[in-house]
């Protein structure tokens, strides 16, 4: 109890440390906050090509931050978002933007989900209209005449077992 | 009928192993690579190379002077493994008379510097590019790349990966059989 305003201060200082250790190093000045918008918009739609599943602004790779950079020249340079987006599509394809545009090569990956989504509901209405169509009785009449007999029967043996337990009580 | 439908799910179970055993097979075989990104840049007009040379910061290693040449472009640095590993058959495409021009990409100068005088240099011209300049406008996103430029200066060929004798033989040899435009 002694030392915990101590270690409470020093847990404190420790998660403003970590936090100042995770945000990005690199801290691009803009002297225009439209820039710095269209910096922001294209470093989240960029992919780092190393790790794949990032964009480049999540991203510490090396050739992340390399690109954040040439993005930045790009922005400031004044070159428009589909300047750069052309410039990077042009050496790294489609695959670097995380918005894929929509052609021949893409049209799988933007349809797929709805076709599949299409077959599900029409084998799910199929599958409900056809239910109706077997009204037929589950047993045929003989069949029903055999069940009840043998249902029958189970219930006499079971009436039988209860009087022998009955008996062998009362041989007790 | 009901019959041969309890068959469906076993069937689709064998397509999907059979599948998946074809692409593991192609991957072993290195014959398709499910991180290759394809390049945009074959039959394209090569960028314009301006670096600082590794050996002397002062002179620059520049695309122009290989104008008229079949000449490789071959990105690289201490830091690649496969690197390490091509590099004694970058030696010998050196004698063979191919002429190779290397970027040393993302690298610690001394390191490199010491790293060809020990090793041997391949390179025709050498130039360093910590910042990735060069390796961002040729498109490149790991180490080693090599680039094939014909002599109008357009890229034929690309190959992500250590260059081995059979990577040589199926990409890149033709381009030098008709014409002996090294030296």
Known sequence: MKYSFGRAAGLVLMLLFSAVGLARIDTYQFSDPQQEDLYHELTQELRCLVCQNQNIADSNAELAKDLRRKTYEMVIKGQDKDQIVNYMVERYGDFVRYKPPFNASTFILWLGPGIILLLGVVMLIRIIRRRPATTEPLLSDEQRRQAEKLLGEQDDAADKDKDKDKDSTGDK | ?183
């Open chain 2, 1 to 183: 009928m009901s019959k041969n439908r309890a068959f469906i799910p076993l069937l689709i179970f064998l397509a999907m192993a059979g599948l998946f055993y074809f692409v593991l097979m192609q991957m072993n075989k290195g014959e398709y690579n499910p991180r290759d990104i394809p390049t945009e840049f074959i039959g394209r007009q090569a960028p314009a190379i301006d670096l600082p040379s590794l050996f002397d910061a002062k002179a620059r290693v520049k695309s122009g002077d290989y104008a008229g040449k079949v000449w490789l472009l071959n990105v690289w640095g201490t830091w690649c493994p496969e690197c390490w590993k091509e590099h004694p058959y970058l030696l010998e495409l050196k004698r063979q008379g191919v002429p190779i021009v290397g970027v040393d990409w993302r690298d610690d100068r001394d390191e490199a510097i010491a790293f060809i005088k020990q090793k041997g240099n391949p390179f025709v011209a050498l130039g360093f590019d910590p910042n990735s300049d060069t390796a961002i406008d040729w498109g490149v996103y790991g180490a080693p790349e090599t680039f094939l430029i014909d002599a109008q200066g357009i890229i034929r060929e690309k190959h992500a990966g250590a260059l081995y004798p059979q990577v040589w033989q199926e990409k890149f040899a033709r381009y030098f059989q008709s014409s002996k435009s090294a030296e």
